[in-house]
């Protein structure tokens, strides 16, 4: 074997050193394996992963979401069959009785989903504006001033046509989709809208459509000894329960005083049986429509005292909060069979967001890595924690999986409910 010249072997040990020095100094993140180096190589893994699971940029604020940050929570993905899967015979899909929506459309919601509606369903929208959006032949649209986001006309529709009422009612917002529609129905009102047992209405008279209990169960309002500390146009979630108790002697007769609570699950969307409408007098809704008209709340604030007195105008009952298995079981036919798989199916829901939430923070921690990379600020980025690409692929792996999982738990939720047998067992 020749021996190698100490001359060449000197020349070349230094020429690298001044290569290497030189690359370090022209390109400093590549000497770390903090997420410099990993973001060169994998091009923002983490973010492309979180956007292709959540459909947003990560850090951004889901629409849909306004109660907290439930949106890491929720996947609001319709399966394309949802609306041709058949929810059995207690199902407006296959019910001879007759039904109105009211729909208070003030905005610019695509009403489209309308025509996903079981032809029971007679749609009748109250707008601001002539020239809402182009709805579908069955519906029929009346033009009304809003006052108390959707009040006003839930109680016109009330007092005008308390003497020619269907057999059942249904108040929804004009939106398809909403963090307070149920999860297990894809938040979707369409889908929700479709599944809704009639029976289940008639037979509870009144009955709200949000199966979920936060925010509005099972106490939240105490108007007979309000908080001091709770003021209008603040951030707090029962700001309205002052007014409520100020308003309370003008919505209702004097032999009904102010309750110890009110509480019922949120947001204004509910379902009522014409009898049960009938079982109180117009003047009872005219009264509560001539506070909204005469007040000086704002829309928001009054809307606000109305959205937990609807079970009580309705029914007289000062809470109600169903059991929420029961809810979706015997209202809609998602039906578990067991509290173990109904719990089952939220503790996968509840794992799914936290493992959204740690991608999104590697996302965002990739995202401000970048930042400093372009700005030359090598103390920040050693400082970063590093970026380990094993975690990030198992936790999409772990999100993908929860996913079908609980499609396929769902899935078989809705089988079961297709029979009337396992609803009054469930």
């Known amino acids: 074997m020749p021996r190698l010249n100490p001359l060449l072997t000197l020349f070349v040990i230094i020429f690298g050193s001044i290569i290497l020095l030189c690359s370090s100094q022209a390109f400093p ?3 770390t394996t903090t997420f410099g180096n990993a973001i060169n190589s994998v091009t923002y893994k983490s973010q492309k992963i979180f956007i292709a699971l959540t459909g947003r940029s990560p850090g951004q604020r889901d629409a849909q979401v306004e109660y907290q940050d439930e949106s890491l929570n929720l996947n609001t993905s319709l399966p394309e069959d949802a609306f041709a899967f058949d929810a059995g015979p207690l199902s407006f899909q296959h019910s001879h009785y007759t039904a109105d929506l009211i729909i208070p459309h003030f905005g610019s919601e695509d009403l489209s989903w309308l025509s996903q509606l079981p032809s029971a369903i007679h749609p009748i929208i109250y707008t601001n504006s002539s020239s809402s959006p182009t709805l579908p032949h069955h519906a029929t649209k009346t033009i009304l001033a809003t006052k108390g986001h959707e009040a006003l ?4 529709h009330l007092t005008t046509h308390y003497d020619a009422l269907p057999d059942i009612l249904i108040f929804t917002h004009p939106h398809p989709t909403a963090w307070h529609n149920n999860d297990l129905l894809s938040l979707s009102t369409p889908l929700t809208l479709s599944r ?3 029976h289940h209405v008639l037979r509870a008279g009144y009955f709200n459509l949000r199966c979920h209990w936060d925010p509005g169960c099972p106490r939240y309002l105490h108007p007979a000894s309000p908080d001091p500390s709770l003021q209008p146009g ?10 409520v108790a100020a308003a309370w002697a003008e919505l209702f007769p004097a032999a009904e005083p102010v309750p110890a609570d009110l509480a019922q699950p949120c947001c204004g969307q509910f379902a ?3 009898a049960q409408v009938r079982a109180r007098p117009r003047e009872r809704y005219e009264r ?3 506070w909204l008209e005469r007040t000086e709340l704002g829309d928001e604030m009054s809307g606000r005292v109305l959205e937990y007195l609807w079970g009580y105008l309705f029914s007289g009952r000062e809470v109600s909060c169903p059991d929420m298995r029961s809810c979706y079981c015997g209202a809609y036919g998602v039906c578990f069979g067991s509290e173990e798989g109904f719990q089952g199916w939220f503790e996968m829901k509840w794992r799914r967001g936290q493992y959204l939430r740690e991608l999104e923070r590697w996302a965002l921690s990739e995202r401000e890595v970048d ?12 400082m970063m924690d590093k970026l380990d690409l094993g975690r990030i692929d198992w936790l999409e792996r772990e999100i993908r999986g929860l996913e079908e999982k609980m499609e396929r738990v769902k899935r078989e939720a809705w089988e079961r409910g297709r029979d009337p047998k396992n609803r009054e067992i469930d």
């Open 288 to 290: 509560v429509k001539g």
């Open 29 to 31: 993140f590549q000497k």
């Open 371 to 382: 930042k400093f990379r372009r700005q030359g600020r090598v103390d920040e980025v050693a």
């Open 234 to 243: 603040s951030d707090a979630l029962r700001q309205e329960e002052p007014l």
């Open 153 to 156: 006309a839930y109680l016109t």
């Open 196 to 198: 809704l047992n009639p």
């Open 272 to 274: 009522v049986s014409r």
